[in-house]
């Protein structure tokens, strides 16, 4: 069974940071694109970051480069989202995605 759970949202300030993990289980992580994906009530998802390792190759979205950084350990089957500089436009609920599977969401919440 695949399971991806992710952890460490909060509510925090202005420029604050947070760090969000994603611990998985059931398929080959090392061989997986793993991604970040946020949504606003009422809006879209939105793409925030994918982590190719057997590429060794991250990308981010514009509205979060240079102020999250993903990264992975795989002998923790684990993804993790750096977020720095938080603002209330990041205000979300973010998932944890590797293809098809997803995990339950985790609310970060930025207040002003």
């Known amino acids: 069974e695949v399971q991806l759970v992710e952890s460490g949202g909060g509510l925090v300030q202005t420029g604050e940071s947070l760090k969000l993990s994603c611990v998985t289980s059931?398929?080959?992580?090392?061989?997986?694109?793993m991604s970040w994906v946020r949504q606003t009530p009422g809006k879209e998802l939105e793409w925030v970051a994918s982590?190719?390792?057997?590429?060794?190759?991250?990308f981010y979205a514009d509205s979060v480069r240079g102020r999250f950084t993903i990264s992975t350990d795989s002998a923790k089957n684990t993804v993790y989202l750096q977020m720095n500089g938080l603002k209330p436009g990041d205000t979300a609920v973010y998932y944890c995605?590797?293809?098809?599977?997803w995990g339950q969401g985790t609310q970060v919440t930025v207040s002003s």
């Open positions: 995605n590797a293809g098809a599977y």
């Open positions: 982590t190719y390792e057997y590429l060794e190759t991250k």
């Open positions: 059931g398929f080959a992580f090392s061989d997986a694109a």
